[in-house]
């Protein structure tokens, strides 16, 4: 069975910064793509960061120049660091995992989620 367990969420201060991780437990996450995403209250869905399995990280222009996304396959875990934290960055944050062959991009047909981290911004 695959669980994938969020951590390090929590308040964080504005213009401060945050690293959550992500660890993976009945399954390799070199063995497909893996990925950030991010809900917060009465908004759907947003993907925030994703990492395929050529190590290959993108993100929204949003976002660019604010995160930093890194996997240690050898603790089969990903990490999202967060810098400048903005009040629009208040979410619950989840990882999700992808199983694929292809060592190039990732589709958005994501198997395996976590339940999530909660951050929350204050000013």
């Known amino acids: 069975q695959v669980h994938l367990v969020e951590s390090g969420g929590g308040s964080v201060q504005a213009g401060g910064s945050l690293t959550l991780s992500c660890v993976a437990a009945?399954?390799?996450?070199?063995?497909?793509?893996m990925a950030w995403f991010r809900q917060a209250p009465g908004k759907e869905r947003e993907w925030v960061a994703r990492?395929?399995?050529?190590?290959?990280?993108d993100y929204p222009d949003s976002l660019r120049g604010r995160l930093i996304v890194s996997g240690n396959n050898e603790k089969n875990a990903v990490y999202l660091t967060l810098t400048g934290l903005k009040p629009e960055d208040a979410a619950v944050y989840y990882c999700?995992?992808?199983?694929?062959?292809?060592?190039?991009?990732?589709?958005?047909?994501?198997?395996?989620w976590g339940q999530g981290t909660q951050v929350l911004i204050s000013s």
């Open positions: 999700a995992a992808m199983p694929t062959l292809s060592m190039l991009g990732c589709r958005d047909e994501w198997t395996y």
């Open positions: 009945g399954y390799t996450i070199s063995s497909g793509c």
């Open positions: 990492i395929d399995r050529g190590g290959r990280i």
